[in-house]
């Protein structure tokens, strides 16, 4: 999938431009298989398949000129389950020169859940009786998701991400799935924190909406159980409308915090694997004195910067123990801690039980 950044493009002009490329496609092994034009937000996205990004580039450099600003490769699956289709609409109008225009945005809203760690709920409850929670809680948010319309994008087990065209429905789904879970006591064992955000397909990530969904999870990471976070974007969007939200939950970022929060987590990614990064190289790092990063890293996540490093290592851990098989002294330093005693130490305080033991339960 390609972007285009058009100023001023009508979708005539790039059904045109769809014809000419479709046109070109064969010298160039492609197939083109649609597009999404955005008037008002002046972005083209077109799905081509084909064999290298260089390709695509070649066919619209030389069908019409309009090379794409960034191409990035996807799966058609993914793309039908964010955006609801991989050809042209059905119901797309042919003009009296045979062109098929339609006016089709690819902008989303992404709902991102996040639940508590099913293997941790394992250790709770039991196999038996974690399994069928977490079972009612997936039926209960998928209730919620049709409902309102949304379009289930991707659950791995601890959460979904689910497309809207709606910023109210989106809201309204969330706040929809967090009363479900206040009304019944055993759906709040699983937990359930809610981000959502807004964006475009194809940006600086090289996965399909990977800003918008980073940043919604980020969103979930800092909520606290229940909570509804969402983007300065998202309320935006929903200012004009009336949603229904007494009672709820929501608390929203204003665009400066985001931009805290994106940085915080990039640094983070960067260098939760280095054991010599400590807070100091994180102050430094985001050119704030001690004081002013605790003072804000405590505001935005209710974490100081040594803990938000720490859970960061402890959740990378995980991760890499559902990777694959490690023993623990390959976990302790895969994810940035100087010593197995101490990263036994922190794992079992944070979780409850010992790493060799989540490592037995995994696999």
Known sequence: MDVHIAPGITASEVAKAHQMDILAQEAHCC????????????????????PRKEDVVELHRDSHGLVPNRVIEVDTGLVESFLGRIFDPSDAQTSDDGLKVFHDPSFRII??????????????????????????????????????????????????VVAFTSAAKAICCAIAIQKKIEADKELQLAGCRIGINAGEPVTANDKLFGDTIQLAERLCTIAKDFQITMAATVKELVSKDNVQNKGADIYTLSPQDETLLTSLFHKLEESWQNPDFNVEDYCQSMAM???????????????????????????????????????????????????????????????GLLPMAYLDMLH
């Open 31 to 50: 197939k083109c298989m649609t597009y999404w034009i955005d008037e008002k937000r002046e972005t083209v996205f077109c799905l081509i398949e084909a």
């Open 111 to 160: 709902l991102v859940t996040k639940i508590n760690d099913p293997v941790l709920l394992q250790h709770r409850l039991g196999k038996e009786k974690a399994s069928d929670l977490l079972s009612r809680h997936n039926d209960m948010i998928r209730e919620q998701i049709a409902f309102y319309g949304g379009r289930e994008a991707e659950h791995e087990g601890a959460g979904f």
């Open 289 to 351: 004195s001690k004081s002013q990063l605790y003072r804000k890293t405590i505001l935005l996540t209710g974490f100081s910067p040594n803990i938000l490093l720490k859970e960061f290592r402890l959740e990378k851990a995980k991760e890499l123990m559902k990777r694959q098989r490690y023993n623990i002294s390959g976990i302790t330093f895969e994810s940035g801690f100087t010593s197995p005693s101490y990263f036994t130490k922190c794992f079992k305080k944070k979780y």
